[in-house]
């Protein structure tokens, strides 16, 4: 069966520090992976998606940059953080193509910037 | 284009009562349609969907939802609701449609609270 791990689950960052989130897929090939951002424990917002190696497409412009350097990774990172990007980040994946329908989730990684 | 709303922020029903969260939604196809629950402080969990065949689809932990073609709603339901039902409850959509998204819209989320 397929499992999503995602870490780490808690994190502490000041203003101006690097973050670097991490996400690995087992189970499957060429999965679609996704990272999302939730704010005030409602509404979901997609950050990035991938779906292959390299290949990576941004839905907001901001502070967050993701990578994808092997087919089952998915990184979500910053140069220099911002109090703004307080939140809870999830992780995500689906079948490959554009045929793979459900999207299933991580754990969570919650980060506060202080 | 597609959208889906929940239009309740909360739910609240008393334990052993039946329970139903609200989902409308807009395609220009034909949708997959999915609901997921979230505990706190935890990932969102798959629930069930909706992609062809009986309009009643039946889910984890007693969860169902009824496809309605001509009121584009997918409300879920379940018969008698436990505390232990209480969490966050997302629906979304997908267009299947030629050039349609393979990425589903979710909703902003519907908190359930179960009574004792």
């Known amino acids: 069966s397929q499992t999503i791990h995602q870490w780490p689950a808690t994190l502490v960052q000041p203003v101006g520090s690097p973050l670097s989130l991490e996400c690995t897929v087992e189970?499957?090939?060429?999965?679609?992976l996704y990272w999302y951002r939730q704010a005030a424990g409602r509404g979901l917002q997609l950050l990035f998606y991938?779906?292959?190696?390299?290949?990576i497409s941004s839905e907001v412009p901001q502070n967050l940059s993701a990578s994808r350097p092997q087919d089952r990774q998915f990184i979500l990172s910053s140069k220099k953080l911002l109090l703004s990007d307080s939140g809870f980040y999830l992780c995500a994946w689906s079948g490959a193509g554009i045929s793979g329908n459900t999207i299933y989730f991580g754990e969570g990684s919650w980060l506060t910037v202080v | 284009a597609q959208s889906v709303a929940q239009p309740e922020d909360q739910v609240n029903v008393a334990e052993g009562n039946p329970l139903t969260v609200k989902c409308t939604y807009s395609?220009?196809?034909?949708?997959?349609l999915f609901w997921y629950v979230q505990y706190p402080n935890r990932g969102l969990q798959f629930l069930l969907k909706y992609i062809t065949g009986d309009n009643l689809v039946k889910g984890s932990y007693g969860f169902e939802a009824e496809f309605n073609k001509s009121q584009t709603s997918f409300h879920l339901k379940k018969p008698s609701a436990l505390v232990s039902d209480s969490a966050l409850y997302f629906c979304?959509?997908?267009?299947?449609?030629?050039?349609?998204?393979?990425?589903?819209?979710f909703g902003r989320g519907t908190s359930l609270i179960v009574h004792p």
């Open positions: 991938s779906v292959g190696i390299g290949q």
């Open positions: 189970g499957t090939s060429n999965p679609n």
């Open positions: 395609v220009s196809g034909n949708p997959y």
């Open positions: 979304a959509v997908r267009d299947i449609s030629s050039g349609g998204s393979y990425i589903p819209t």
